[in-house]
Structure formats: structure tokens, C-alpha cells
T-cell receptor, first 113, second 107 residues
């Protein structure tokens, strides 16, 4: 969808297991973002990247890590999943820090049981 | 403290009505974005504004930088406009999101 794909689309995992979500883009955009969306909170930034190997934390980064070894891939890892991390996760990309070409992936619905 | 506030939270309209969704923000912005999220979850970027007004089809977005306020208008609303509309303030390297306005357009 518009050059950005997320995988998997759905995942159920057990508490305490590690989980990695993948975001892949074909737009060659510099900026990539991971958000979570929960009822009553809207979208909240977990981590973002402004280039290969350049990442920074967002407002809800505890319990999450990211890696960006290539322009096209941005990985989000839950080191030890907890039930509070049950959410819908969205990846987004943009050309610039102002948000030119701001495009979202289709989302990953993660359930931690 | 919410950096971005939207109103109303929920809105029901009859098909054909003119709709306005409001967004107020408290941060200094580089740009203001309007997003649309349909049931089923996909998020689409509608507008990116830094001043004035933009129009795309039946959708119009305006921004008043001095008042830190933006509006999204939908003319001649249609049931397919039913969605959640989200305002997002970009500060240069971060986005702050409103919690969204859920719009239902009844035939």
C-alpha cells in the first residue's frame, strides 16, 4: 500500500516472549516511525528513525527497541512482551521531518496473552 | 496535558450536510496534518498545511497560525466520509496527535 508494508498483520503471543514487527518501504524516505494506537489515547510515538542506524525514543518507548540497518527496513522489538503491549502498531514514513510524503502502513494487531 | 485537542469527539450528520471538525494545538509547529482512518484501521494522510487553506475535492483544510487552530471541512457529506479524522501537529521531528473525531454520515 503506497510503498510501505508491515508484517505480520496479526500476531498473538505469550507474555514474556520476544516479538519483532517489521516495516518495509520502497519509497527511499529518510524518516520512519513506529506508533501504537489504543482506545482513548490516539496515536503515540514509540520510536522513530531519521536515517540508517539513527534512531530516537518517543513518548512510550519503555519495553521497546528498534533497529534500522537499511533505509528500507525499520524493526520494532518487544524484548519481553507484556499484556499492556497489546495494541495496534502502525509504521509510517516521510521524506522530511515536516512530514512530506507522510504515509502509514496498514497496521499490525498484536495480542499478548 | 494534550498538545492537540480536537472537537467534537463524535459527530453524526445527515448526507449532504456541511461538516466542520476543529483542531487546537499548543506547540510550535512546522506543519499541521489531517489524517483519515476508516473502520478496519488504515490511516491515510489528507492534508499537510503550514499556512492558509488547501482543498481536495469536497475536503477543505484551513489553518490560523496566530490562533493555533485548524479546521477540516467536508462539503456535501456522504456516507463514505464516515471515518475517524485525526489532527497531527508536526514540530520538526515529532508528531503530536489528537484523539480523533469519529464522523458518521447517515444516508
Amino acid at each position: 500500500d503506497a510503498g510501505i508494508t508491515q508484517s505480520p498483520r496479526h500476531k498473538v503471543t505469550e507474555t514474556g516472549t520476544p516479538v519483532t514487527l517489521r516495516c518495509h518501504q520502497t519509497e527511499n524516505h529518510r524518516y520512519m516511525y513506529w506508533y501504537r494506537q489504543d482506545p482513548g489515547h490516539g496515536l503515540r510515538l514509540i520510536h522513530y528513525s531519521y536515517g540508517v542506524k539513527d534512531t530516537d525514543k518517543g513518548e512510550v518507548s519503555d519495553g521497546y527497541s528498534v533497529s534500522r540497518s537499511k533505509t528500507e527496513d525499520f524493526l520494532l522489538t518487544l524484548e519481553s512482551a507484556t499484556s499492556s503491549q497489546t495494541s495496534v502498531y502502525f509504521c509510517a514514513i516521510s521524506e522530511s521531518d515536516r512530514g512530506f510524503g507522510y504515509t502509514f502502513g496498514s497496521g499490525t494487531r498484536l495480542t499478548v496473552v | 496535558k494534550n498538545e492537540v485537542e480536537q472537537s467534537p469527539q463524535n459527530l453524526t450528520a445527515q448526507e449532504g450536510e456541511f461538516i466542520t471538525i476543529n483542531c487546537s494545538y499548543s506547540v510550535g509547529i512546522s506543519a499541521l496534518h489531517w489524517l483519515q482512518q476508516h473502520p478496519g484501521g488504515g490511516i491515510v494522510s489528507l492534508f499537510m498545511l503550514s499556512s492558509g487553506k488547501k482543498k481536495h475535492g469536497r475536503l477543505i483544510a484551513t489553518i490560523n497560525i496566530q490562533e493555533k487552530h485548524s479546521s477540516l471541512h467536508i462539503t456535501a457529506s456522504h456516507p463514505r466520509d464516515s471515518a475517524v479524522y485525526i489532527c497531527a501537529a508536526n514540530t520538526g521531528n515529532q508528531f503530536y496527535f489528537g484523539t480523533g473525531t469519529s464522523l458518521t454520515v447517515i444516508p
